[in-house]
Nanobody, 116 residues
């Protein structure tokens, strides 16, 4: 089992920045890729960014150039640096870990609200 705890959400004005953190515990040796997802009211959950154990990253087009995903293996933590935030970025952000066996683990989510 893997436990994930997100933090760092909040209220920010458009153009501002936030950094989300996702701390992993438990069977962390089993973790392969990790990612950030978000879900706005009335919308499906969408993938925002992913990072593999080797450090390869990928982003949804809408956040490219504004968001950066990174991981600190020593701290078992994944980060999402979000710059130039827009009201459309308002959502609950979730961290997800994928194990080498293809199992998925989710955090509880953290709210990000961007005011115009």
């Amino acid at each position: 089992q893997v436990q994930l705890v997100e933090s760092g959400g909040g209220l920010v004005q458009a153009g501002g920045s936030l950094r989300l953190s996702c701390a992993a515990s438990g069977s962390i040796f089993s973790i392969n890729a990790m990612g950030w997802f978000r879900q706005a009211p009335g919308n499906e959950r969408e993938l925002v960014a992913t990072i593999t154990s080797g450090g390869s990253t990928d982003y949804v087009d809408s956040v490219k150039g504004r968001f950066t995903i990174s991981r600190d293996n020593a701290k078992n933590t994944v980060y999402l640096q979000m710059n130039s935030l827009k009201p459309d970025d308002t959502a609950v952000y979730y961290c997800r870990a994928e194990s080498h066996l293809g199992l998925f683990y989710w955090g509880q989510g953290t709210q990000v609200t961007v005011s115009s």
